[in-house]
């Protein structure tokens, strides 16, 4: 079933969230051996346009995500959950959306702000326009180390909450043993 039902989700919020999760995870390890790079390691500039262009196909995945989110009721959690587990749950959910957004466009941000004058080249296909102004003097220099530092500490509070959402569904399947996986897992029965 495409759409969600109200005991479980449905193909389409399923598979959008299992690629932006997989490229979530590949992207902050990318991330991290990018910035340990050396300036002149040919392999960076690569890394770099792949990280750029995964980046912003997330982005544009998260939009649609939210529009669909949005138009498609979203299956209610078991009624066992207490008040705390609740507003645990649609938290973390929000910070997901939030940090789906600012990593990119932080990201996005850098890119344009950037004096190297590389261009973004969406997978070597077309080229990505800067974010208008950014180029503006003075204060590009400025904007560049912020967004950079911002781009940085997102990243890592998405680790935290990586972390967090995957105790928390592995704890709903072994502890609680209740839907809570299973109705975002495909091919299984709720
Ligand atoms: C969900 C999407 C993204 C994630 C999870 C992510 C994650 C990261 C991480 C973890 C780093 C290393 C930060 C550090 O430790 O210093 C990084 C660096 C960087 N990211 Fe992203 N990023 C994303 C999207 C983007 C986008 C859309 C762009 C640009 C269009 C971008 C451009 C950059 C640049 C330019 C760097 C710095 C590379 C360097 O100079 O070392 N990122 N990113």
Do not use: C
Request: overall charge positive.
């Amino acid at each position: 079933m495409l759409g969600n039902s109200p005991t479980r989700y449905g193909t389409v919020a399923m598979t959008l969230h299992w690629l932006i999760a997989l490229a979530v995870i590949a992207m902050l390890v990318i991330g991290k051996i990018m910035a340990d790079l050396d300036n002149d390691d040919p392999n960076r500039f690569t890394l770099i346009q792949l990280h750029k262009s995964a980046g912003l196909t997330i982005l544009f995945l998260t939009l649609l995500r939210i529009g669909w989110r949005l138009t498609n009721a979203v299956p209610p959690l078991p009624a066992s959950l207490r008040t705390w587990e609740r507003w645990a749950a649609h938290s973390t959910h929000f910070a997901f959306y939030a940090l789906l957004l600012t990593i990119p466009l932080s990201g996005w941000t850098i890119a344009s702000s950037s004096s190297s004058g590389i261009p973004t080249v969406w997978f070597g296909l077309f080229e990505v326009p800067n974010l208008p102004g950014m180029q503006d003097e003075p204060g590009r220099k400025d904007l560049h180390k912020q967004a950079e530092e911002m781009h940085e500490l997102l990243g890592n509070l998405m680790i935290l909450l990586l972390l967090l959402h995957v105790g928390a569904a592995l704890k709903h399947h072994f502890w609680d043993r209740d839907n809570v996986l299973k109705r975002m897992l495909p091919f299984t029965r709720t």
